[in-house]
């Protein structure tokens, strides 16, 4: 799964890397974003256009919006399947903007577990695969969230953990983002796992596990 990752980068950085997109012109670094947070994503609703979006997807037609508590990821098997998910891979598909993320290691002999930092080698920000939708409150208000979709590991996750976030090739965004409607073999072939050498990997302190511990010592190496 994919339950915490960051956007520390500057703006500006990350319009050089996602040129073809519009990006707000301030935002906060984040060394921890977590579940039901805001997350800067940009959906294939022909704008090219990056805005922020709760994580946790609610389906439109969900009467409950709890259930985005559930639906912080999407495994890539399935997504073509699932009622929660197969309309959005269908028609509502989005980048999720990342430089980093966290996943949790099961040390041998030991009660808890290491957090690791994964980053590309290059520490460039990258685009997880994403789904969006829009739900209606009873209120009338609109409410916008998104999922992350996962698959299998590659070499370096798989001795962290059994699955991990599909991360887009930037030669893949215009296929994931074209707002026309598309059917599950035109998509299927971009869940895999990202290349192991493209990736690197470290332990950090468990000022991770907790949330609202938001600040650069989360992405620091653990001495």
């Known amino acids: 799964m994919c339950g915490r990752f960051t956007l520390t980068v500057d703006p500006a950085d990350i319009s050089d890397t996602f040129g073809n997109y519009e990006f707000p012109t301030q935002f906060a670094p984040r060394f921890n974003i977590a579940p039901s947070q805001p997350v800067l994503a940009i959906p294939n609703n022909a704008k090219n256009k990056a805005d922020f979006f709760i994580w946790g997807l609610i389906p439109s037609w969900s009467k409950d919006p709890s259930i985005g508590n559930n639906l912080i990821n999407a495994r890539g098997e399935t997504v073509a399947e699932k009622p929660s998910f197969r309309g959005g891979f269908k028609y509502k598909r989005c980048l999720i903007l990342a430089d980093g993320f966290y996943e949790w290691k099961t040390q041998p002999g030991e009660k808890n577990k290491t957090p690791y930092f994964i980053h590309m080698q290059d520490r460039k920000p990258f685009a997880f695969a994403g789904l969006w939708d829009e739900w209606q409150s009873p209120d009338g208000g609109a409410l916008r969230t998104c ?68 600040r650069p010592e989360c992405v620091v190496p653990a001495s």
């Open 147 to 214: 999922t992350i979709i996962t698959t299998e590991p590659n070499e370096l996750m798989s001795s962290l953990h059994n699955r991990m976030p599909v991360i887009l090739n930037p030669s893949e965004y215009d296929l994931w983002l074209d707002p026309a409607p598309q059917t599950p073999d035109k998509l299927l072939h971009l869940i895999k796992p990202f290349p192991t050498e493209r990736m690197s990997a470290y332990p950090v302190s468990t000022l991770v596990n907790k949330p609202g511990n938001d």
